[in-house]
């Protein structure tokens, strides 16, 4: 049995256990490419009422993503942060935006492939590791900071029923915004992005990204934590 083959085996035996509970929302979470804190990032996601997760990893990612059965999931979280993506992994993109999935990326997720062009305008923005050009130079990151998180559109059902609040989490600085995005949170801290959270419509698919979500810290913050679960209620409601 040739590789990809077994992948898909193995990934259906998976959904066996992940589509059980019918009434739950069902997300993917995809990792990889950055370490970070398993045991308290899932944590957060156990702690979801009537929500099921299955992780998917890179590598073997690129090819689950491309190949699983779109019926069986409702929306996308991204905390991942590979650099190189093969046209085939691009589709599975485009597959994702044409069936109208919803994408959640979070935190260093907007990093990601850095010589995709295209991979700004799904996620709204830009996180850049290099200079862009003598006019926009590279981004920043500042870890250990505490910073007031203020909400823009207070009624978004992304926001809804949520008060500006303080995280102590890790900073981007200088990222690059799409300007059609809607925005949803921001800081005034100087190390920071001002726009650090907001929506946007590619194809058939509702986005969102969030830019703190660094460690346990956030996770385990209640108000992050609703943040987190409005954003996957919102992406997946038709």
Not at 102 to 109: A, E, I, K
Not at 163 to 178: A, I, R, S
Request: aromatic share 14%.
């Amino acid at each position: 049995m040739k590789k990809p083959a077994i992948l898909a085996f193995i990934l259906a035996l998976l959904f066996l256990s992940f589509n059980a509970s019918a009434n739950n929302l069902r997300i993917l979470i995809i990792t990889g490419g950055h370490d970070f804190d398993r045991v308290s990032f899932f944590q957060m996601f156990d702690s979801f009422k009537n929500l099921t997760y299955l992780e998917l990893k890179h590598p073997e990612a690129r090819v689950q993503l491309g190949t699983i059965d779109l019926k069986s999931f409702d929306a996308v979280v991204f905390y991942d942060m590979p650099n190189t993506i093969t046209d085939e992994e691009k589709n599975a993109y485009y597959r994702l935006l044409k069936a109208g999935k919803g994408l959640l990326f979070l935190h260093h997720s907007i990093c990601a492939y850095q010589d995709w062009p295209e991979f700004e305008s799904i996620v709204g923005g830009k996180y850049y590791e290099k200079k862009k050009d003598d006019q926009f130079g590279a981004s920043s990151y500042q870890h250990e900071v505490t910073f007031n998180i203020k909400l823009v559109h207070p009624s978004h059902p992304v926001t809804k029923g949520l008060k500006d609040f303080t995280l102590f989490d890790e900073v981007y600085g200088n990222l690059e915004v799409l300007p059609g995005v809607y925005p949803l949170l921001s800081t005034d801290h100087p190390k920071s992005n001002p726009l650090i959270g907001w929506t946007l419509k590619k194809e058939n698919s509702k986005i969102v990204f969030i830019q703190p979500g660094h460690d346990k810290n956030s996770y385990s913050n209640t108000n992050y934590r609703q943040l987190i679960k409005q954003a996957i209620s919102y992406i997946t409601a038709k």
